[in-house]
Every structure is written in C-alpha cells, then in structure tokens.
C-alpha cells in the first residue's frame, strides 16, 4: 500500500474535512505525530478540544482496532474512546480513518528521563496490572500477532522469535553474526520456549503508546493487534527503546517491570535475550546515535556471553 503523505496539501484538506463532518468544527491545525510508523496520525486541534484520527491507505487496517478496543476497555483498561471510523473513498486516493478522543499526555519516553523513581515504581506498576488483566483475553490458540478473537499465526512461541531472527539475519555481516550467536542462545532455552503458553499480552506498551502528564499514566493506545505467547517479550522491547531512544543502561523502570511481574534472576535473563533480539534489530535499522548503537551492541553481548 502507498503511503499517505502527511505533508499534501489535499490529503490534509481531506482529514481536516473529516473532522469537520465527525466534530462539527474544522480544525483550527492538523499537527502530524510523527512517532507512529503503521499509521498516518494527526492531532486534530480544535478550538477547546483535540482529537487523534489516523489514516491509513490499507481500508482494512482498522478493522478490528474498534473491537479490541472494546475488550481491553471492558476489562478496566483506560483506553480511548472511538468516535468514528470507516474510510474516505472519494475526492482523491482512498483511505482508511479512525477518530478516536485525545488522552492528555506525552509517550513515556518523553517523560520518563524526569520522573522520579516513585512515579517510575508507579508506572511500571499499572502497565504490569495491564498485562494482568490482558491475560484475561482468551486465546483462539496459536502463538504471535492477531486481533482479538482470532488464532495467533504460528503454532509456537519459538517460532516467532525464528521469524524475528531470519528478518535480522539479511544485514550487515556483523549483525548476521550477532543473529546466529542469538539464535543458539535461544536453545539453550528450549525447554522454557516450548512450554510458554498462547497468553494474551500487549507488546506495544514500552517507550511509546503509555501516556503520561506530570509522571502520571492517563491511558494507554495503539490497540490494532495484541500478541500471544511470552508477555516478558513485552519487557524485554521496553529495554531495548529506552537503550536506543534515551541512552540510559540498566533502567530503574525496567527493573520495576521485572519486580512488579515477580521475576527472578532466570527471568530477568530472559528479558536480557529478548531485549538483545530487538537490539539486532534496532542496529539493522540504524536506530539509535553513535552512543545508542554501543549501547545496543552490549545489550547483544550481554545475551550471548
């Protein structure tokens, strides 16, 4: 699918339409987020209110956003509320459209280097009760990516890890090196692979998608998909962002994530592995400044020693 080109005058013509059609008031500005990568996102900014709408050239996209939306919030989550979605057909290419109420606050990384630790004890706190009242959601079986109500795409966790890897596997020599070092490192953890069971978790609440006003959590978002398998992969990514996007090692945050889940030191290991998967990644796609990559570099050769 193309992609949507937030800075065309008549796509942002088009949304800024939409928003008058769905709030009754046109936008008085359509500030593109460029944080998001699936999806072409907006802050719609009225006169006394805001709103999210995210676009998206594949009309299928949001297709079961609404419904997971409707699970997670059932269960107590603080997720937005949809106010709108289907898509735009006429008037140019067309696209698929979500207009959701705007929850106040920054992605956490933006505020998690001022936080104090209390407020970090705090937030890792609420995003592990999240993961508790995921793992509610029942599983259809299988293992990976998939929207609620339907059967995760492989028949086991290891085999989403393999899928991860063989991405990695077609950079740089160096990386490809790194790939395979990881590869024989995940078995030697066979026995826990093969038996990590088909839980829901969300994987996308990391450095991004938790939002945050004053170290306060005011919701969660980004709700397309959820996955299904080991919910430490979760933690083990958040380790990762906060390594390539803030430079800090070691974070205080990320052991709280580790403390409020109650894992113990084969835990915490595994976290390290899943985080130095994501870093082979993150490394393939230039993530990161020079101080970032070394950081990554060592996440890598922590797992692999």
């Given at each position: 699918?193309?992609?949507?080109?937030?800075?065309?005058?008549?796509?942002?013509?088009r949304?800024?339409?939409?928003?008058?059609?769905?709030?009754?008031?046109?936008?008085?500005?359509?500030?593109?987020?460029?944080?998001?990568?699936?999806?072409?996102?907006?802050?719609?900014?009225?006169s006394?209110?805001?709103?999210?709408?995210?676009?998206?050239?594949?009309?299928?996209?949001?297709?079961?956003?609404?419904?997971?939306?409707?699970?997670?919030?059932?269960?107590?989550?603080?997720?937005?509320?949809?106010?709108?979605?289907?898509?735009?057909?006429d008037?140019?290419?067309?696209?698929?459209y979500?207009?959701?109420?705007?929850?106040?606050?920054?992605?956490?990384r933006?505020?998690?280097?001022?936080?104090?630790?209390?407020?970090?004890s705090?937030?890792?706190?609420?995003?592990?009760?999240?993961?508790?009242?995921?793992?509610?959601?029942?599983?259809?079986?299988?293992?990976?990516?998939?929207?609620?109500?339907?059967?995760?795409?492989?028949?086991?966790w290891?085999?989403?890890?393999?899928?991860?890897?063989?991405?990695?596997?077609?950079?740089?020599?160096?990386?490809?090196?790194?790939?395979?070092?990881?590869?024989?490192?995940l078995?030697?953890?066979?026995?826990?692979?093969?038996?990590?069971?088909?839980?829901?978790?969300?994987?996308?609440?990391?450095?991004?998608?938790?939002?945050?006003?004053?170290?306060?959590?005011?919701?969660?978002?980004?709700?397309?998909?959820?996955?299904?398998?080991?919910?430490?992969?979760?933690?083990?990514?958040?380790?990762?962002?906060?390594?390539?996007d803030?430079?800090?090692?070691?974070?205080?945050?990320?052991?709280?994530?580790?403390?409020?889940?109650?894992?113990?030191?084969?835990?915490?290991?595994?976290?390290?592995?899943?985080?130095?998967?994501?870093?082979?990644?993150?490394?393939?796609?230039?993530?990161?400044?020079?101080?970032?990559r070394?950081?990554?570099?060592?996440?890598?050769?922590?797992?692999?020693?």
């Amino acid at each position: 699918m193309a992609t949507l080109d937030a800075g065309d005058a008549g796509f942002r013509r088009r949304v800024a339409s939409l928003v008058e059609w769905i709030c009754g008031e046109r936008p008085e500005q359509l500030r593109h987020m460029w944080f998001g990568m699936a999806s072409t996102t907006f802050d719609a900014i009225l006169s006394e209110r805001s709103f999210i709408v995210r676009c998206n050239s594949n009309l299928g996209a949001f297709d079961a956003t609404r419904a997971n939306l409707e699970v997670l919030g059932g269960l107590g989550l603080p997720v937005p509320r949809i106010l709108a979605a289907g898509a735009i057909t006429d008037a140019g290419p067309p696209f698929a459209y979500m207009v959701l109420e705007k929850i106040p606050g920054r992605d956490l990384r933006f505020e998690l280097a001022s936080m104090t630790p209390a407020q970090q004890s705090e937030m890792a706190e609420c995003v592990v009760a999240a993961q508790n009242l995921a793992e509610r959601v029942p599983s259809m079986g299988g293992y990976g990516f998939t929207a609620i109500g339907l059967r995760g795409p492989l028949d086991s966790w290891r085999a989403v890890l393999d899928r991860d890897l063989a991405r990695f596997l077609t950079a740089d020599g160096w990386l490809v090196d790194r790939g395979r070092a990881l590869s024989r490192r995940l078995d030697t953890e066979e026995a826990y692979l093969a038996a990590v069971s088909s839980l829901c978790f969300l994987d996308d609440l990391t450095t991004k998608n938790v939002i945050v006003d004053r170290g306060e959590l005011q919701g969660f978002v980004d709700f397309d998909c959820v996955c299904f398998g080991d919910r430490l992969y979760q933690i083990g990514l958040t380790l990762t962002a906060i390594t390539a996007d803030l430079g800090i090692r070691d974070p205080f945050y990320v052991d709280e994530l580790c403390r409020f889940t109650g894992l113990g030191s084969s835990g915490r290991e595994l976290v390290g592995l899943y985080a130095a998967l994501f870093a082979v990644d993150f490394l393939a796609r230039g993530a990161g400044g020079s101080r970032g990559r070394d950081d990554l570099a060592d996440l890598i050769a922590r797992a692999v020693r």
